[in-house]
């Protein structure tokens, strides 16, 4: 058990629009519905050219945090040391009501026995008035594509949470008030890929770990962007590779 006197929960919408607004306050372009369909890098390795759609955006380097999109647009881009093999699954969260709202507050858990991993925390604004639970099972979802996840939620998957919520969390409703799916990007050791070669810097913040560290991840691109600082060994392209050990979990 671990407690510190200033931990919370991130409201990740918020996080993003403000992360958003304060970009645009030190003048970047935030463009949307406007999909990147490549990227390449000059022979000299000293620029990068970004597709979008009709588009070409030739640049000094530029910085891929594509999630699920990764691998199929850096396919082909990276030459040594090679992509690690990220695997895509579509994984399924869920809300449970609490029994009693009143009895406030509850602690983020990671549970991890009898072959299971599930994590249970605020549900935040999906949780509603009732601040309901987001209980969900840790990479146990289908294997899937940034374009194949058809967003169906899985029974068999439906009912282990339940089954779970009935044992552990007897203070919760074990009907779940709503149910949603989200992709996860994985490496091999679970652990962040932030590296950089030539102009490209690569980031996969790996779904289940990532949001919570944006402002740091935020700061080791912009080290590699500046040339101002490193990345930990373990999160560059070579600690991936074959025999690579997975160094912590969720």
């Known amino acids: 058990m671990v407690h510190h006197a200033e931990a919370g929960t991130v409201d990740a919408e918020t996080a993003v629009t403000t992360f958003l607004d ?3 306050g030190h003048g970047a372009q935030v463009r949307f519905d406007q999909p990147v369909t490549d990227v390449s890098v000059a022979g000299n390795h000293d620029s990068a050219t970004v597709r979008l759609g009709d588009q070409e955006i030739r640049t000094r380097a530029v910085v891929i945090t594509a999630g699920a999109w990764l691998p199929d647009l850096t396919r082909g881009m990276v030459l040594d040391p090679v992509l690690p093999e990220l695997s895509i699954t579509q994984e399924q969260t869920f809300h449970f009501p609490r029994a009693d709202p ?26 509603g008035a009732g601040l309901d639970r987001k209980v969900a099972e840790h990479h146990h979802g289908r294997p899937t594509s940034a374009t194949g996840r058809d967003g169906l939620i899985d029974p068999a998957g439906t009912e282990r949470v339940q089954a779970y919520v009935r ?5 919760l409703d074990p009907e779940p008030a709503n149910a949603s799916t989200c992709l996860y990007t994985t490496t091999p050791t679970q ?19 990532g949001a919570k560290f944006a402002p740091l991840i935020g700061e080791w691109m912009t080290a590699l962007l500046t040339g101002t600082g490193r990345v930990p060994e373990r999160f560059a392209l070579a600690a991936h590779g ?5 160094s912590w979990s969720l």
């Open 167 to 171: 044992r552990w969390l007897p203070g």
């Open 102 to 127: 009143s009895q406030h507050p509850w602690p983020s858990t990671i549970h991890a026995a009898e072959g299971f991993e599930i994590y249970h925390l605020s549900g935040g604004r999906d949780g």
């Open 242 to 246: 074959p025999g690579a050990r997975r």
């Open 22 to 24: 304060l970009a645009r």
């Open 191 to 209: 652990n962040f890929l932030v590296d950089r070669i030539g102009p490209v810097v690569l980031c996969s913040a790996c779904s289940g770990h």
